[in-house]
């Protein structure tokens, strides 16, 4: 089965303290995205990567850090510089420039603060 | 600035078709529409997308205006299943989408 496993499911962070949240995906997608969903509000996003050791920063990247050394993962690292980290975290993956392009989604982290 | 409009929420009678309306007055002509959804505590899913023409795939059809200035999302006989946030998202193709509160669909039995 093709597609984007997130894992842990649910993640607890102490204060001051790193977390990574993982993201895997065997479609092939060049590009990959982490976004962050706070309850009843839309998606936001964090850091994205078009190409394998590449990467941009999105919305609100302040308090996150990325990696793409390969091009099946992109781990998301919380920083302690995260103040408020709580929420939703969503990794997606897509092929770039098709007409149809199309982000698939893993099924989220949720990630909770001590 | 939002690129969309759409109602907070609506309720739809199982079994009826669901129109869920999308306003982007601002849309460019090279801009998509696209639309997903996300069920609860899961991940958004891709339902359809179209840059003019009317479209229609396995979920959905999807309806935009002949000025492009709005869409519609049908689901043509709603299940409960249905029940979830539906997003419309306007995106020049290759760049990445910005998601909204979208609209809440609740499928009542």
């Known amino acids: 089965d093709g597609g984007i496993t997130q894992s842990p499911k649910y993640l607890f962070r102490k204060e001051g303290q790193n977390v990574t949240l993982s993201c895997e995906q065997n479609?092939?997608?060049?590009?990959m995205y982490w976004y962050r969903q706070d309850p009843g509000q839309g998606l936001r996003l964090i850091y994205y990567?078009?190409?394998?050791?590449?990467?941009q920063k999105g919305d609100i990247a302040e308090g996150y850090s990325v990696s793409r050394e390969k091009k099946e993962s992109f781990p998301l690292t919380v920083t302690s510089a995260q103040k408020n980290p709580t929420a939703f975290y969503l990794c997606?993956?897509?092929?770039?420039?098709?007409?149809?392009?199309?982000?698939?989604f893993g099924s989220g982290t949720q990630l909770s603060v001590l | 600035d939002a690129k969309t409009t759409q109602p907070p929420s609506m309720d739809c009678a199982e079994g009826r078709a669901a129109n869920l309306p999308c306003n982007h007055s601002?849309?460019?002509?090279?801009?998509?529409v696209y639309w997903y959804r996300q069920i609860h505590s899961q991940g958004p899913q891709y339902i359809i997308h179209?840059?003019?023409n009317n479209e229609t795939n396995e979920m959905a059809s999807l309806i935009i205006t002949e000025d492009r200035k709005s869409s519609t999302l049908i689901l043509p006989h709603a299940t409960l299943r249905d029940t979830a946030v539906y997003y419309c998202?306007?995106?020049?193709?290759?760049?990445?989408?910005?998601f909204g509160t979208g609209t809440r669909l609740t499928i009542i039995p």
């Open positions: 997606a993956s897509s092929i770039p420039g098709q007409s149809n392009e199309k982000l698939f």
């Open positions: 479609l092939n997608h060049d590009a």
């Open positions: 990567s078009q190409i394998v050791n590449d990467f």
């Open positions: 601002t849309i460019s002509g090279n801009e998509y």
């Open positions: 179209g840059l003019k």
């Open positions: 998202i306007v995106s020049k193709r290759g760049e990445k989408l910005t």
